[in-house]
């Protein structure tokens, strides 16, 4: 069974743009969740989908968004990019969600710089 | 903000010695999870344990669970080179809405 799949590996970006990156879970998944991490805040929470629906968001700005396909595959998009936005964005699957009790399975993610 | 905190931040340690990892979390959960991120990668589950259980062991790693003081430990015995890592703890949000990890602890096992 193949794991998630993150594209892509490397992103390099200059402020005031926007990035789309794209996560496809392990086949079954149904919930999509993502995360950022820097070394400063550690993992923070974005947002969930569970089939098309966000479920749960964290508290970021509205230049952050997602969405789900109805294959369960993933983008977030995040728009006037700042210089702080720069960070390892992961993404992890699971079959119901893992606040549910469940393990939630990663992706290598995504490292964007943002310039 | 964050649910779990871990302690200590860093720990380093000599091959086959045991590290043993802090997890202090705010408010009541039904489970928690422990999970392991070799550097710039994705993170890994290692082992669940759920608010009814104590103490849970998988392989080389002893999990245990105490509500009453809100923390959990993660043991790792004969501590191994291939262990370094940061760990993380995991639980759910106040709202039961989201996982939500701590800052970490990074291990160095030196050989």
């Keep these: 069974k193949a794991g998630v799949t993150q594209t892509p590996r490397y992103l390099i970006k200059?402020?005031?743009?926007?990035?789309?990156?794209s996560c496809s879970p392990i086949s079954g998944h149904r919930s999509v969740s993502w995360y950022q991490q820097t070394p400063g805040q550690g993992l923070q929470f974005l947002f969930e989908y569970f089939s098309e629906t966000q479920r749960n968001k964290g508290n970021f700005p509205g230049r952050f968004s997602g969405r789900q396909f109805s294959?369960?595959?993933?983008?977030?998009?995040v728009s006037t990019l700042e210089l702080g936005d720069s960070a390892l964005y992961l993404c992890a699957s699971s079959l119901s969600g893992g606040m549910s009790g469940e393990k939630l399975f990663f992706g290598s993610g995504t490292q964007l710089s943002v310039l | 903000s964050q649910q779990g905190e871990e302690d200590p931040q860093a720990l380093s340690i000599q091959e086959g010695e045991n590290a043993t990892m802090n997890c202090s979390y705010k408010t009541s959960i039904n489970?928690?999870?422990?999970?392991r991120q070799n550097s710039g990668r994705g993170l890994v589950h290692l082992i669940l344990i759920r608010s009814n259980e104590r103490e849970k062991h998988s392989g080389r790693l002893r999990v245990t669970l105490d509500t009453s003081k809100k923390s959990s430990s993660l043991l790792i015995t004969a501590s191994r080179a291939a262990d370094t890592a940061s760990y993380f703890c995991a639980?759910?949000?106040q709202a039961g809405t989201a996982l939500i990890f701590g800052k970490g602890t990074t291990l160095s096992v030196s050989s």
């Design chain 2, 91 to 93: 639980t759910d949000n």
């Design chain 1, 71 to 77: 294959n369960s595959r993933s983008e977030m998009n």
């Design chain 2, 31 to 35: 489970n928690l999870q422990w999970y």
């Design chain 1, 14 to 21: 200059t402020r005031g743009q926007q990035v789309t990156l």
